[in-house]
């Protein structure tokens, strides 16, 4: 499968939410979407192009704007494809994927807490990896390494 | 009876590392189960973005503790393809012979953990005996047993030493009458079947839902490797074939894995051939210098010689030897990897464990989750 089979296959179900396709060595390509369309293009994607298999989300801060990525495999084309929508630092949200890949659970879960992006509809959104009431989110830009960050410790006396 | 929930770890003989399953019980028998995982995130994602991309390898060792090398070969990838750098063939080679030893390492860990979590004492000292073996071949070119650092960007840091195909050989030849007996001790042994068949059961579709793969995956009768569906490095160089079971349980995830082992086997003997008869380089010449020192002044090359660096995206994938492992490398320019994502299969094949464990008592947790391969470190990293 090439970038421009994925173009005319996905256009008529999309229409302008599809802002285009990319060729990304390795994979069938990039498919840049609109997060208005998620959940279209995640069924379009599942249903009729075969891509049954999510290998992972991952969240970039770009500081002026956050890009979500979904990494998802064919078994009938051997390829992957990328799929990768930008939402706005300030209002970061798109609609989970896990209705269509029940494995996208764990990662959006993952996401949220590490980039801060919410994901609408999501069955079990709450800490993966941090500690409950954890506030902060890892691996946006802004959350410096080198600065301690100032964390209050409650010691609990028994 | 009245249900509850019971705790299975963070210290539990069945975790095999730091986390815990929490089980909601009704007597013995398993109503709902819910993984909690964190306990050793290290933030590595995180890490990377401060680090030379030569720096990232060191964390890789550490993300999966048995598995070192394939996620170190899994980064590379993703790295030389986002800074556009290619390995010479040698090199290729090396790494596959990395890649399958490991396998054949980790195999053995989990049939040690597994056999002795269902009550099988002596496999566990067999396969420990014999993971020695292997260990003491990659110390004899990597000079470690567990944190290696042996790849670079572009190849490998060195060749092999004088030797070392036929030593690697003869413990070739005494593995695969080991693997003859493990099958004894265990298919032999009536207790192994009791506690083990028909157990966990995952079919394929539910397994391609929840994102499992690796061996959980052939085990249920669909054949993807991503060393035969999308070749890196030297499979496609190389004839071997996929492991399958149709079973979809315990056993026949046993039964994947021991066939891996023997595959790996048949995949070393031809790599060991292969590099005997093509002797090279084993990186790749004339490598931007801020690749191998990055701290050293480097004069009027350094830094400024980075920052014209054409950027780039590498998206890589390796059949772990617990999955389908993959990693995300953003190159925008900088010294640093700009983001660096990775996939863990554990994570998945743990977060799927709702679909296999509920409906069994309790006393089946042990068998199923050691048939899963949990490695901790990878799946928090």
Redesign the interface.
């Known amino acids: 499968m090439q970038p421009e089979d994925l173009s005319r296959l996905l256009a008529p179900k999309l229409g302008d939410r599809l802002r285009g396709v990319e060729p990304f060595v390795g994979t069938a390509g990039r498919v840049l979407f609109d997060r208005a369309g998620a959940l279209d293009l995640f069924r379009a994607v599942h249903d009729e192009l075969g891509f049954t298999h999510l290998s992972m989300v991952g969240g970039i801060d770009w500081v002026d704007h956050r890009e979500v990525f979904y990494v998802v495999w064919s078994d009938a084309a051997r390829q992957y494809a990328i799929l990768s929508t930008d939402v706005p630092a300030d209002d970061p949200r798109v609609e989970s994927a896990s209705p269509v890949w029940p494995s996208a659970n764990w990662h959006e879960r993952e996401t949220w807490e590490m980039v801060d992006v919410t994901f609408d509809h999501h069955p079990d959104i709450r800490h993966l990896l941090m500690p409950d009431g954890y506030t902060f989110h890892p691996l946006l830009r802004s959350f410096k390494l080198h600065e301690p960050e100032e964390l209050e410790v409650k010691t609990r006396h028994v | 009876m009245s249900e509850m929930w019971i705790n299975m770890g963070p210290q539990h003989p069945m975790t095999h590392g730091l986390w815990n399953l929490r089980v909601r019980i009704e007597g013995e028998l398993i109503l709902d189960v819910d993984p909690e995982?964190?306990y050793l995130?290290r933030?590595i994602?995180?890490?990377s973005e401060?680090r030379h991309y030569n720096e990232v390898i060191t964390l890789m060792d550490r993300c999966c503790y048995v598995a070192g090398l394939a996620w170190e070969h899994l980064y590379i990838l993703s790295a030389e393809?986002a800074l556009h750098i290619a390995p010479p063939e040698r090199a290729e080679y090396l790494r596959t012979m990395c890649d399958e030893f490991q396998r054949i390492a980790s195999h053995q860990m989990w049939y040690a953990a597994f056999v002795q979590d269902i009550g099988l004492m002596s496999p566990f000292l067999y396969a420990m005996r014999d993971r020695d073996l292997v260990l003491d071949l990659l110390q004899d070119y990597t000079g470690a047993r567990m944190t290696y650092e042996y790849m670079r960007v572009g190849g490998v840091r060195n060749d092999l030493p004088p030797g070392f195909t036929d030593r690697a050989r003869k413990v070739l030849d005494w593995l695969t009458d080991r693997f003859r007996e493990y099958d004894q001790l265990c298919l032999g042994s009536a207790i192994f079947h009791k506690r083990c068949d028909g157990l966990g059961i995952l079919k394929a579709n539910d397994a391609?839902?929840?994102?499992?793969?690796g061996p959980m995956l052939r085990s249920a009768g669909?054949k993807?490797d991503l060393r035969k569906?999308?070749p890196y490095s030297a499979y496609d160089r190389l004839e071997f074939d996929v492991a399958l079971a149709d079973g979809a349980d315990v056993t026949a995830r046993y039964l994947v894995r021991m066939e891996e082992m023997r595959q790996s086997v048949r995949i070393l003997r031809q790599v060991l051939d292969w590099l005997d008869r093509h002797p090279g380089p084993a990186i790749a010449e004339r490598l931007p210098r801020w690749l191998g020192a990055p701290y050293a002044p480097i004069g009027d090359e350094g830094y400024l010689l980075k920052r014209s660096f054409p950027k780039g995206?590498g998206?890589?994938?390796v059949e772990e030897p617990h999955g389908?492992a993959?990693a995300?490398v953003?190159n925008e320019g900088g010294e640093h990897p700009?983001?660096v994502?990775f996939?863990s299969p554990v994570?998945?094949n743990v977060?799927?464990a709702r679909q296999y464990l509920v409906g069994y008592h309790v006393a089946d947790i042990p068998p199923i989750m050691g048939s899963v391969d949990v490695c901790v470190g990878e799946v928090?990293r």
């Open positions: 995982v964190g995130h933030g994602e995180k890490i401060d393809q391609v839902a929840h994102g499992v793969t669909l993807r569906d999308r995206v998206l890589s994938s389908e993959q995300y953003v700009y983001r994502k996939r994570f998945a977060s799927a928090d």
